[in-house]
């Protein structure tokens, strides 16, 4: 309640004030008068023209005269133009008009002498939370009519008293409309002359000492004006300008702010918790990093010298408000109290590219972020940014490019290195149930950087129901008839580290397929909508200038897409890599299961003009190149059995038993000398071998059935999917298929040894491990070399390995294993009966 008390008498001073600072007079004795010129070879086009820009600046009496005149073409003008406004600061401000006429036909009509001149509060920063405290002052002008010219003239007196006698300002010799002539004047005390520096070809002055000082002009009366091409760069500027200062160098602007800055005497108190036993000093700078942001509303006045100088940092850390420079100097405040060397540095958020490209001075700026040292290393924080996370390793800070630091003894602009984090990644899991059916659709999205912080606050400032909303209808384009299966959930729990933010959204499809007319194909897109959106750029013909392509970022992409049965795929990989982008597409198919990868990074933000069409050109083909359609007919994906792999289990079956009969029969090993028939009871450790053995033809089958090996489109799936060693995959494929007959057959004789106590079943037993372990390291070589994924492989070998390293010299020490086998296939039958009839 206090605040807008606070406002509304902040208000309703600067409104009073204004009551004797609004006046009419004659043109001050000082200003060169410079007549309108309209050139009738000259086209004219759109809602008005403007015919004269004078201004003139008197650096002597602190003093700007603005002169201005344009001529009407139609409705649209009298529309826009009626109304005569000028904006001052009445702190330290008064202003005087001096004309405002009319010129019609020749005749001039007088509209100063009876207007009343209306003066309000706008605040144009309201917007970001900004009160200037300007005044606008108006004058209507009655009947205006097509063809008329409209001149105006007026006067404001007072330099903001931070400047304490400096000036520096950029006179424009061009606008991005025509201007029949535009004038510019800077007159000064003889013994203080102005520097100056033109840019983009700008005119050297006219420099010329009269009796009331020296005076820089400059005259354009060319009529050439500036048109910018489509998303050019912010800070990017070809008109014609003069830099223009009276300071010496930057440690004179550094000077002249840095006593705004200082660090109070007092001990400001501790806003936040610290743990000395937990807390390291990045863990301190962190949490108060994290408070001025979050804590400190962003809130200013910023009227006269106010627009300039920081509140005490003890009055924002009481009310808990303040603008850039206060969160600032408070942020700064707080780190030195805690040992860190810090300090305000301010910056240009506009013209951050060629802010080392003007001459010195404070209006060059128009933020403060923070500057500190930790560690031997530099960095920069920017304290309004609010929601951010990471530590002090992936701590986001806007490419500000350079800056000004406040700090004693700081004689030139400090380069401020940008860390692009700005980065997505998505895994997207498309469960189909049957062809022609519905579909689970599950999304995970990491954000991290500058990207965690926008999501963090996307989430943090809107309701759950409309979060759901948006995000079930990005989808929609795609797919129609998509519905949410649960709300859209967050996790954000490494805000204080890394800074990645995830979110995960489940859905449902229903009618995931579609028709295509007069055929008895089905079909279903998918497409990575995000980066569809992130690569989507507007069209431009040639230009002359740059193009801005946004700020860098990467971004991965993984779609699983799991079939009720194999697919025929018959695409290849794509890979883009430049100087401005790269963009990979990969498409691996396993069994059911169809996986695309997407990898995209924008290097650069600028594009040159020479490049820019074909840039644009090149994304607009990765559009179309991003998505995949599946489809389904009655001439594809056709499903049936594969005589080839009936021929290989055969083969496979009746060469291992064939084998298996030879050796049950004819490999009898020793028994133990001293062990006694029919050999001791099963028990102790030699039970977890057997367990899994008998288990082991269980998987098998299992195992065989879950690949698939008889289905025929897994053997035509290898050419379909675009694989350059289809032949030697189907190879190997016939090789799996073939291995797992005969060790299934192998298993199957081994349980029966084991069962009977044979004298062969140990070294069966370490045959059994020893070829586990062999075809395990086998298959992930050949999986290695196909580039086929195999996300078990190592777990596989550890345990094959470990088991082997086991059981192997069990076999061969054990007493209980001597002891126990000791039966040939002579004495096994009627060693049996006997032992039975014992029993």
Sequence with gaps: MRLHIYIFLFLLASLFANAQQTKKTSTPYWVTPISITNKKDVKEEGAYKYLLLDYQDNLITKEQFVHYAFKILNSDGIQEMSDISASYDPEYQTIEFHKAQVIRDGEIIDKLKKSFINTFQRETNLERSLYDGSLTSVINLSDIRVGDIIEYSYSIKGFNPINEGNYSNLVYEEYTTPVNTIYNRILTDSNNPIKYKTLNGANEPKVNNTTLGKEYTWIN??????????????????????????????????????????????????????????????DVIIKLIRFVQDDIRYLGFESGIGAFKPTKPNVVLDRRYGDCKDKSLLLATLLQNQGISSFPILVNTKSSE????????????????????????????????????????????????????????????????????????????????????????????????????????????NKEESINKEYLNFYSSLYPSISSSEKVTYLDDSRPWENIFTTNEY???????????????????????????????????????????????????????????????????????????????????????????????????????????????????????????????????????????????????????????????????????????????????????????????????????????????????????????????????????????????????????????????????????ACNLGITLVESFLMNQFDIP?????????????????????????????????????????????????M
């Design 790 to 838: 195999d996300p078990t492989a190592t777990s596989d070998i550890f345990k094959a390995i470990v088991s082997s390293a086991i059981w192997t010299p069990y076999f061969l020490n054990s007493e209980r294993v001597k002891n126990t086998f000791v039966n040939t296939y002579n004495n096994t039958e009627s060693e049996i009966e006997e032992f039975q009839l014992k």
């Design 354 to 461: 060629n802010l080392d490209k003007f001459l010195p001075s404070h209006l060059m700026f128009d933020h403060c972020i923070v500057y500190f040292e930790h560690g031997g290393e530099e960095y920069f924080v920017d304290p309004t940014i609010s929601n951010q996370g990471g530590n002090l390793y992936h701590l986001y800070t806007p490419n500000y490019k350079n800056g000004l630091l406040l700090k004693e003894g700081s004689t030139a602009l400090k380069k401020i290195p940008h860390k692009t984090n700005s980065r997505i990644r998505i895994v997207e899991d498309i469960t189909v149930d049957k062809i022609g059916g519905d579909a689970k659709f599950e999304v995970k999205t990491e954000y991290f950087g500058s990207r965690a912080d926008n999501t963090r606050a996307y989430f943090k400032n």
């Design 221 to 282: 009366n060319s009529g050439e004006y500036v048109t910018y091409d489509s998303n050019t760069p912010y800070w990017y500027n070809s008109q014609k300008r003069i830099s223009v200062s009276t300071f010496n160098n930057w440690e004179s602007v550094v000077e002249l702010m840095t006593p705004y800055y200082k660090f109070p005497k007092e001990h400001l108190k501790n806003p936040i918790t610290i743990d000395k036993e937990l807390d390291s000093k990045q």
């Design 507 to 769: 859905y449902d499809i229903k009618g995931l397929w579609s028709t295509i007319e007069n055929d008895e194909t089905i079909y279903f897109d998918t497409n990575s909508l995000v980066l569809d959106g992130l690569i989507s750029y507007n069209n431009s013909l040639e230009r002359e200038m740059p193009y801005s392509a946004g700020a860098p970022f990467s971004f991965t992409q993984t779609t699983r897409i799991l079939l009720p049965e194999p697919w025929s795929l018959n695409l290849k990989d794509i890979k883009i890599d430049n100087d401005y982008y790269s963009f990979s597409k990969t498409i691996n198919q396993t069994g059911n299961m169809i996986t695309l990868n997407y990898e995209y990074e924008l290097k650069k933000d600028v594009i040159p003009a020479e490049d820019t069409r074909s840039f644009i050109k090149e994304h607009d083909d990765l559009r179309d190149k991003i998505g995949l359609q599946l489809t389904y007919g009655s001439d594809e994906s056709e499903s049936g059995i594969s005589w080839l792999s009936i021929f290989i289990m055969l083969l496979s079956t009746a060469l291992s038993i064939f084998f298996a009969i030879k050796i049950y029969k004819n490999y009898n090993p020793n028994k133990n000398e001293e062990a006694t028939l029919p050999g001791q009871e099963f028990g102790g450790w030699l039970i977890l071998p057997l367990i899994g053995l008998v288990l082991t033809p269980i998987v098998l089958i299992f195992n065989i059935y879950q690949n698939g090996y008889f289905d025929k489109t897994i053997w035509d799936g290898f050419e379909y999917a675009g694989y350059e060693n289809a032949k030697m995959l189907e190879v190997y494929l016939g090789f799996e298929l073939f291995y797992n007959f005969a060790f299934l057959t192998f298993a199957v004789l081994t349980i029966l040894l084991f069962l009977q106590k044979r004298t062969s079943a140990p070294k069966m037993m370490i045959i059994f491990y």
